[in-house]
């Protein structure tokens, strides 16, 4: 399924977008308070810059082709992700859409209702500039 994007910020080798039918969630959700919005600006730059640990940003267990960002991975109750998906667009770019939010995680565990959300987001494709 093909799907529009907007470009969120950049790097020499990095380009980070969000899926327009959900940028308003994800960016609204991103910058809720100052405390998500200073979590945001750590996560963002350690993407851009390549060092993001993988307790932040890494691919989903189930898929080879989702990554997933993890707001706050190691406090009880709040198991917020959101769902992206990863192109390389040629040997020295890598191009990042955030496609989805999935809110209220319960486990660290992938389950049916995710699954299939995650199969959903396997067939969206973006152009990209």
Same mark, same amino acid.
């Given at each position: 399924m093909r799907r529009n994007c907007i470009e969120i910020e950049r790097s020499d080798k990095?380009?980070?977008? &969000? !899926?327009?039918?959900? /940028?308003? !969630?994800?960016?609204?959700?991103?910058?809720?308070?100052? =405390?998500?919005? #200073? =979590?945001?600006?750590?996560? =963002? +730059? /350690?993407?851009l810059r390549r060092l993001a640990p993988k307790?932040?940003?890494? =691919? &989903?267990? $189930? $898929? #080879? !082709?989702?990554? +997933?960002? @993890? *707001? *706050?991975?190691? &406090?009880?109750? @709040?198991? !917020? @992700?959101?769902y992206c998906k990863q192109y390389d667009a040629d040997p020295t770019i890598i191009i990042i859409v955030m496609v989805e939010l999935f809110q209220g995680k319960k486990s660290q565990k992938i389950d049916k209702r995710i699954q299939d959300r995650l199969d959903v987001i396997k067939t969206y494709t973006y152009d990209i500039e």
């Open positions: 990095i380009k980070l977008y &969000v !899926d327009e039918e959900n /940028a308003e !969630d994800i960016l609204s959700y991103c910058e809720q308070n100052e =405390k998500y919005s #200073k =979590k945001y600006n750590h996560i =963002k +730059e /350690a993407i307790t932040l940003y890494g =691919k &989903v267990k $189930t $898929t #080879k !082709d989702i990554w +997933e960002i @993890r *707001f *706050f991975p190691n &406090v009880k109750g @709040r198991n !917020d @992700r959101i």
